[in-house]
């Protein structure tokens, strides 16, 4: 159990990393405590809301109880599975805006401009149906659109032009701010994972995988010198002769290095730690995204409704086992939009996942029978919250406090974001379909009254990020340097969506596995060069909404 690299955690950036360091003939182990991927609720995109709400899959993580959310405690899922949460997510790709990475750059995280960061996207994926020259052509992470065959998934993008948006061919390539087709980490029917896309590889290559619960790292003489395991009843080291690499998530990483002595002095003091690095950001600028799903009843039997019974689903199931094809190869977000909330917002801040179907992430529809409905919420939240320990046992879940909401900007967005959806629906290419509005309500109109639903209704889109936040080495709040090399300690890198300075422009899958991917690069001591593509911004950003 010995290797030049070990990899904690076999998620998104973890599985990319074992792949790119295996290829470059560097000896890799990667632990892992959950178990195989290979289930149809997993590989199956039309069944997503499954894996994610089951206890085999999922470290089954909630938040504290949340002040601005009437105490609430939020689902926050976390893959324990191979492929980690790329194995249990939505699948929906989003690099996120080329101003994210700018404003990373201009934070500390120097090397991490868009600029240096496309190259990489490019690297890893292979596109199909993306922008020619902005896109990926043979990379592992194949990404795709789905057939948009639903009307109700065209009609969204109509009504976002009638409304007067702009429409994007690509919001992955030149022009992220639009309306059009959503991209999928889904490949001929099947979800491609982290795991399918570089661990299966990496494995061929060599890179070994260890079931097992990570305790804590172990040092020798101030250097990371391997990881410590539960595996059953027994506890074993797994050495690293070269460096270990956390990537076991913007939850766990946190928690890792707390438990070896790496954070907030005071807190590991009151759990009984020998502090190895004063390091009082590790834990805290916690992010994610909220959302709210403003669901309409549709007047046409035309939504996904129609399977929402046994043998709906049945015939689902059936069709795609038997070819991997019909309603279960998709994930259904297959209509997208990221809009700016006001003039003067020079890229977009909110942004719209549309589903031909009115039902929640835990798989319940509305009573109401046919609908849709549009997740939409702001991308850059004011508040912060934290990672910590409740306890020095490992086995013990970390105390999850998200702070949401907790910024008057983050009411006024979300206000904002209600209004225009409803803008949107009424646009003359739903007036075939929209019958009533299922939720909000229609009768709801007031600040107040917006006010009362967000705090009841508002939901994780399940992106957090930012624990371990990447900045230059004499910035007191960083915990990584730009190369992710944990400042304090010898040989521990952090390499996953803890160390993103800021909270990135859509869903955070497709940025995890850049981390991975451009880590590998820092560790293997190579660059690719930068490229110098210029994003499309709205001419007139700074007087026009739209």
Not at 360 to 366: F, I, L, V, W
Not at 466 to 473: K, L, V
Request: proline fraction near 6%; charge should be negative; glycine fraction near 12%.
């Amino acid at each position: 159990m010995q290797a030049e690299y070990v990899i904690v955690g076999a998620g998104s950036a973890g599985c990319a990393m074992a792949y790119r360091l295996a290829e470059a003939g560097k000896s890799v182990i990667v632990i892992e405590h959950g178990g195989w991927d290979g289930g149809p609720f997993i590989q199956m995109p039309g069944a997503l809301s499954y894996p994610m709400n089951m206890s085999r899959y999922d470290w089954g993580y909630q938040s504290e109880p949340e002040p601005h959310l009437g105490g609430r405690r939020l689902a926050c899922p976390r893959g324990k599975v191979l492929g980690g949460s790329s194995s249990i997510n939505g699948m929906v790709y989003v690099r996120g805006h080329a101003r994210d990475y700018d404003h990373w750059r201009d934070q500390g995280a120097d090397g991490w401009g868009y600029a240096d960061v496309l190259p990489y996207f490019r690297r890893m994926e292979t596109s199909h149906g993306g922008q020619e020259g902005w896109r990926g052509t043979d990379g592992p992470l194949h990404v795709s659109r789905g057939p948009r065959n639903n009307p109700l998934t065209r009609a969204f993008v109509e009504a976002g032009a009638q409304a007067g948006y702009e429409t994007t061919e690509d919001y992955n390539g030149e022009k992220q701010e639009g309306f059009g087709p959503m991209e999928a980490t889904i490949h001929k029917g099947r979800r491609w994972s982290a795991a399918h896309a570089y661990l299966r590889p990496a494995e061929k290559m060599g890179a070994q995988v260890v079931r097992g619960l990570a305790r804590r790292i172990t040092f020798e003489e101030g250097r990371a010198s391997g990881v410590e395991i539960a595996r059953g009843a027994s506890v074993e080291t797994v050495r690293a002769s070269r460096e270990v690499i956390l990537a076991a998530s913007s939850l766990n990483s946190p928690k890792l290095l707390m438990l070896s002595g790496v954070g907030p002095a005071a807190h590991l003091a009151e759990h009984g730690i020998e502090v190895r690095a004063d390091r009082p950001g590790v834990g805290q600028n916690l992010q994610d995204h909220l959302e709210l799903y403003i669901q309409m009843a549709s007047k046409k039997p035309v939504s996904l409704y129609s399977y929402w019974n046994l043998f709906g689903k049945a015939y689902v199931g059936l069709r795609w086992l038997l070819n991997k094809s019909g309603p279960g190869a998709s994930n259904q977000f297959e209509s997208a939009a990221f809009i700016r909330s006001a003039p003067g917002v020079d890229y977009p801040d909110i942004q719209y996942h549309f589903l031909p179907l009115a039902v929640r992430y835990d798989g319940q529809a509305a009573s109401e029978g046919h609908g849709f409905q549009a997740h939409v919420g702001p991308m850059r939240s004011p508040s912060r919250g934290s990672v910590s320990l409740g306890s020095a046992d490992p086995e013990a879940a970390p105390k999850i406090r998200f702070n949401y909401m907790s910024h008057d900007k983050d009411w006024q967005d979300f206000r904002t974001a209600i209004r225009l959806t409803r803008e949107i629906f009424a646009q003359e290419a739903f007036s075939d379909y929209a019958d009533f509005e299922i939720q909000p309500g229609a009768e709801l109109q007031s600040d107040e009254e917006l006010d009362g639903f967000i705090r009841e209704h508002v939901e994780s889109a399940y992106h957090p990020c930012g624990t371990c936040r990447m900045g230059r080495p004499d910035d007191p709040e960083a915990v990584v340097d730009p190369e992710g090399r944990v400042i304090g300690v010898e040989g521990l890198r952090v390499a996953d969506s803890s160390i993103f300075p800021r909270i990135t422009n859509g869903n955070l899958n497709g940025p995890s596995i850049l981390v991975g991917e451009k880590i590998a690069d820092h560790v293997l001591g190579r660059r690719l060069p930068p490229e110098n593509s210029a994003p499309w911004v709205h001419p007139e950003w700074q007087t026009a909404q739209r």
